[in-house]
């Protein structure tokens, strides 16, 4: 049997890979045939999720294993065969490649071919370029206007307390003189 997988990117409009590969085949097999077809490295971490139909993740397929819990399943993509957690056209995955940033490709099982082998999966589509795999923070521009990283978020070092506008805090200051007795009885 084959399936037949629709890969798009919600960042890349005109991104679109169509992937031929045998059912019997493992996640690790359509692992390397992603890689092969947008470039991707194999140096970052990624796994597949199984997806509802609103793309919620599901199930983790993961490139290695990772120390969990004893009480969840740790699926690797080497040990884990397509046709065991496929079986639907129409079925979702997503492949998560920047695991920092929670970028993913957006996958579809599209068709299933009875009756048919493949030794080796095939890329039968492949139009416009991959979102780029890492995202390099320095080039990311906001507005047309590069973002200042060094900047602080948390507060402007040029406040002026006196620019506050006093309008909604009358009694403050009677609050801050009030006994000892009476603010330690809030705390």
Request: with cysteine; aromatic share 10%; charged share 35%.
């Amino acid at each position: 049997m084959i399936f037949k997988f629709l890969i798009l990117s919600d960042e890349v409009d005109n991104f679109k890979r169509e992937i031929k590969i045998d059912s019997d085949a493992t996640f690790l097999d359509l692992y390397n045939t992603i890689l092969d077809c947008t470039g991707y490295n194999s140096k970052e971490m990624a796994s597949f999720f199984l997806s509802d139909n609103k793309w919620r993740k599901k199930q983790e397929i993961t490139l290695v294993e990772m120390d969990t819990d004893s009480d969840v399943d740790s699926l690797t993509m080497d040990e884990c065969v397509l046709s065991d957690y496929l079986e639907d056209e129409k079925q979702k995955l997503m492949f998560v490649f920047d695991y920092l940033n929670e970028r993913a490709l957006f996958i579809e099982l599209s068709e299933i071919i009875p009756g048919k082998n493949l030794k080796k999966p095939l890329c039968t589509i492949s139009e416009g370029e991959a979102p780029s795999q890492i995202i390099d923070f320095q080039d990311i521009k906001q507005d047309d206007v590069s973002l200042d990283l060094g900047e602080s978020f948390f507060g402007d070092e040029s406040f002026d307390i006196d620019e506050l506008d006093k309008e909604g805090f009358d009694g403050i200051d009677e609050l801050d003189n009030s006994s000892d007795t009476e603010t330690s009885d809030l705390y």
